[in-house]
């Protein structure tokens, strides 16, 4: 056995306590968007932030990538701190912001380019990266077109282009694929894979369980400004294919309780038994093993999962508003 453990790696992205209050109209307390926000993204993640509209994530990433303040908590980049090195944290971030904010009236050849150039990137450099990054979204062919004439899905591609300019350690996506097609969004998600692949660091928010099912390795749920729970997207799935009820008993539970392989039974109290199984079980199996203990079911009902509750709001919030909802989205707010 080795026993030498790898030092933990500086998170790319680490967030402590992390708290926004938007201030209210004149005599009005304010909106608490984000209270008390804590993770940490491992470098070469592909990470989600899964929520609700309104839930915090556009205040979470505003924040993030300094177009938001925020009222408390602590923001690091690859280990720089982001209140005290604002402009060396900045560097390593790529930002992708949900609305379209390119001219379309320039090419994307120079759209890049100039992008480029805003940061720092000397011309020819620019000139190179620009050809790269064109022809990973499959834009090269469009090089010189007016940007107006692109696609929409060529548009969002631009954006994740120009984000990569600068060759950010992460890159950060706010609904990357809010309200385009799936054709446009499995197009996206090959790129974004690519990136990532290449070592890039990936945070993106959506309200698209399946969005983050099929990139993501790991995840944080975020719902009324809190994380409400985080981990492996597998370790939520699981959870999510596990079914709870609740069985009035005739009469006594014995103290003893039979055996169910797959399921976890449990006395609530001596006439009330707690019953969680997966999905694909059979329910027939469990009342027959009941019944040849000779515990006889009288009613049932179903145990409220909270996940499932969260899961179905973030698909049914969004069928008729539309990916923005009702919701005031994140404005950028001037820093001091
Ligand atoms: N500039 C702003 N001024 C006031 N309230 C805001 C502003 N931006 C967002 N909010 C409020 O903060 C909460 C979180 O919003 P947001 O971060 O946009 O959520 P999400 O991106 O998850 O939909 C919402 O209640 C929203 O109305
Ligand atoms: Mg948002």
Avoid at 87 to 113: C, H, T, Y
Avoid at 140 to 161: F, H, P, Q, V, Y
Wanted: hydrophobic share 40%; net charge neutral.
């Amino acid at each position: 056995m080795n026993d030498s453990v790898p030092a933990p790696a500086v998170p790319a992205l680490s967030v402590r306590d992390l708290r926004k209050t938007y201030a209210g109209g004149a005599g009005k307390g304010g909106v608490e968007a984000l209270k008390g926000v804590s993770l940490d993204v491992a470098p070469g993640d592909f990470f989600a932030l899964l929520g609700p509209n309104g839930a915090g994530k556009s205040t979470l990433i505003g924040i993030v990538s300094s177009l938001v303040n925020l009222s408390g908590g602590s923001v690091s980049i690859f280990g720089t701190d982001l209140g005290r090195n604002r402009s060396d944290a900045m560097r390593m971030i790529g930002l992708v912001p949900q609305e379209l904010n390119f001219n379309m009236f320039e090419k994307p050849l120079d759209i890049l380019v100039n992008y480029a150039g805003f940061f720092g990137v000397p011309r020819a450099e620019a000139l190179v990266r620009a050809e790269e990054e064109l022809r990973r979204a499959f834009l090269w062919e469009k090089a010189t077109s007016m940007s107006r004439t692109l696609s929409g899905g060529m548009k969002r591609r631009l954006m994740i282009a120009r984000a990569m300019m600068t060759r950010p350690r992460l890159l950060i996506l706010d609904e990357p694929t809010a309200g385009v097609d799936i054709e446009i969004r499995r197009g996206m998600w090959k790129t974004l894979k690519e990136i990532n692949a290449a070592g890039t660091t990936i945070i993106l928010t959506t309200h698209y369980l399946e969005e983050a099912e099929s990139l993501c390795r790991n995840l944080a749920i975020i719902d009324k400004g809190r994380i409400v729970e985080q981990g492996p997207m597998k370790a939520l799935l699981a959870k999510l294919d596990v079914e709870g009820f609740l069985f009035d008993i005739d009469g006594q539970l014995p103290a003893t309780l039979p055996q169910i392989p797959g399921a976890t039974l449990l006395a609530q109290d001596d006439h009330t038994l707690d019953v969680e199984m997966p999905r694909a079980m059979d329910l027939n199996r469990v009342f027959a093993a009941l019944g040849d203990n000779g515990i006889r079911v009288r009613s049932m009902r179903t145990k409220s999962n909270r996940l499932e509750e969260l899961f179905v709001r973030l698909t049914s919030e969004n069928v008729d508003k539309g990916p923005s909802g009702n919701g005031t989205p994140a404005q950028p707010e001037p820093v001091a």
